[in-house]
């Protein structure tokens, strides 16, 4: 049902829309969750790298998309493609970037780093060519503070859907393509090739949904999309303060994020030496508090406020990481408790790190306030930046320090240093990152009262 505000920008949506664009980040997540926590185990572990030669080839990659992020941004607010100004992006891309994603889990020329570095850097480019796109989508939609916050719960839901089906589905399928038993999570490339093969697929055909379910209607006219410049980039950055708060929390979660997934599968191999159905679960468990909480977080943020709701669940993530650090040290661990302390630590960083991205449309909206420009593409191509800087902090650390504390893929039994290193990727680490993205988000200024009277004056102007 629309109402009177629905041409001036505030539209709501129908479940059908709201899905369809949630089905966006299921399929990214399907496709990049992936890589994000078991292509370095791949790569080690299967392919043949050194942990050393992969952290390095993991920063030469994010470096590049530094580099890219601010090129596409510019790109695609400069131009209006004849599908659509951001979703078109959805399939030109979304071809290219299955397939590339399936041959970075290809076997086919291990260990050859020249071919992991061409395919894994093209893979983790065209992955910027969708998501930038994607996240300025969001904001295309509507300028609604509860729709949006409606949007961002469901693609938050739905993209835990993706982390679920990676994370605890992949071991599994893993196991039921393995043709020999095998203790821990079974290392048959063939394997691993045909389960990437069938989430990149899926992935693509979410892409085409979403696509036909986003119907674009608050973007820049043709006139202001032909003034868009690279430099906008930077001036956006040091105009915008609460851009540049979010960037920084970005920073800060991504980070955390990339070195507790990457370390998953390290640390229940080697210190709960569990077999692939109990990896499996423990790593669904890392999705799993979304089905709970992310529906209730337009009444969660209605009844504590924005930022409490971060401080909540951050401090959630922080004493779930505690637990399982302590249950770990025990002599004989239960994986019950292991179990429960996943689950409260992931609680926490679901809700906190999903609740972010209902953030970007507030201070793209600050942004047009200010300028008068409303660039969406580069206002997520510098959220990408430092998303991308987080990614980058976090694939350096994890794999140094497995080198650090001597790490060896051949045996099930680590030393006391190695799985004490392990640990420490797991909870010490990232428990330190959730402190510094506390103090971070409580610098962020603007309220639902403040960006809804904004753009209000936003639409009022365009009227005028």
Avoid at 10 to 32: E, K, T, V
Avoid at 314 to 342: H, R, W
Avoid at 436 to 452: G, K, N
């Amino acid at each position: 049902m629309q109402d009177k505000n629905q041409g001036n920008g505030f539209y709501h949506l129908s479940w059908l829309q709201r899905i369809g664009f949630g089905s966006g980040d299921l399929a990214q997540n399907l496709i990049f969750q992936v890589t994000c926590m078991y292509l370095l185990f791949f790569y080690t572990d299967i392919y043949g790298l050194d942990a050393v030669d992969v952290s390095v080839m993991f920063t030469v990659g994010n470096v590049a998309n530094v580099i890219w992020d601010p090129i596409v941004g510019a790109l695609i607010d400069k131009n209006n493609p004849r599908l659509g100004k951001y979703r078109s992006y959805l399939v030109f891309v979304g071809i290219p970037l299955s397939g590339f994603a399936i041959l970075c889990f290809w076997n086919g020329f291990a260990p050859s780093l020249l071919y992991a570095y061409v395919t894994y850097i093209a893979m983790t480019l065209l992955y910027t060519f969708i998501n930038v796109p994607y996240g300025a989508l969001n904001s295309s939609l509507t300028r609604d503070t509860n729709e949006i916050t409606i949007l961002t719960s469901v693609r938050m839901f739905m993209a835990n859907c993706g982390g679920l089906a990676v994370a605890s589905g992949l071991p599994l399928l893993i196991s039921h393509f393995t043709t020999e038993e095998s203790e821990g999570l079974p290392k048959d490339p063939t394997a691993w090739f045909t389960t990437m093969t069938i989430y990149a697929c899926v992935g693509l055909a979410l892409l085409l949904f979403c696509f036909t379910q986003c119907k674009e209607r608050v973007v820049m006219s043709a006139e202001e999309s032909a003034n868009v410049k690279v430099s906008d980039l930077w001036m956006e950055f040091f105009h915008n303060r609460p851009l540049r708060v979010i960037a920084f929390f970005f920073i800060t979660a991504f980070s955390m994020m990339s070195i507790g997934n990457a370390a998953g599968a390290y640390f229940m191999n080697s210190n709960m030496h569990a077999s692939a159905d109990q990896l499996a679960l423990f790593m669904g468990l890392g999705s799993a508090p979304a089905f709970i909480f992310m529906p209730l977080v337009p009444a969660i943020k209605r009844l504590v406020g924005k930022k409490n709701m971060f401080y909540i669940f951050l401090s959630c993530a922080i004493v779930g990481m505690a637990f399982l650090y302590g249950v770990a040290k025990m002599e004989n661990p239960s994986m019950t408790l292991v179990y429960v302390a996943q689950f409260i630590k992931s609680t926490g960083v679901i809700v906190a790190t999903g609740y972010m991205w209902a953030l970007v449309p507030e201070v793209i909206s600050f942004g047009e306030y200010k300028s008068g420009k409303r660039i969406a593409g580069i206002v997520n191509a510098l959220t990408g930046i430092f998303f991308k800087a987080g990614m980058t902090l976090g694939s350096v650390v994890a794999p140094a320090i497995l080198a650090y504390v001597a790490y060896n893929p051949d045996v099930i039994d680590q030393t006391p240093m190695a799985e004490e290193g392990i640990l420490w990727l797991m909870c010490v680490i990232p428990a330190a990152l959730l402190l510094l993205a506390m103090f971070i988000i409580s610098r962020y200024e603007l309220t639902d009262e403040v960006i809804d009277k904004i753009n209000r004056e936003i639409e009022q102007k365009a009227k005028a």
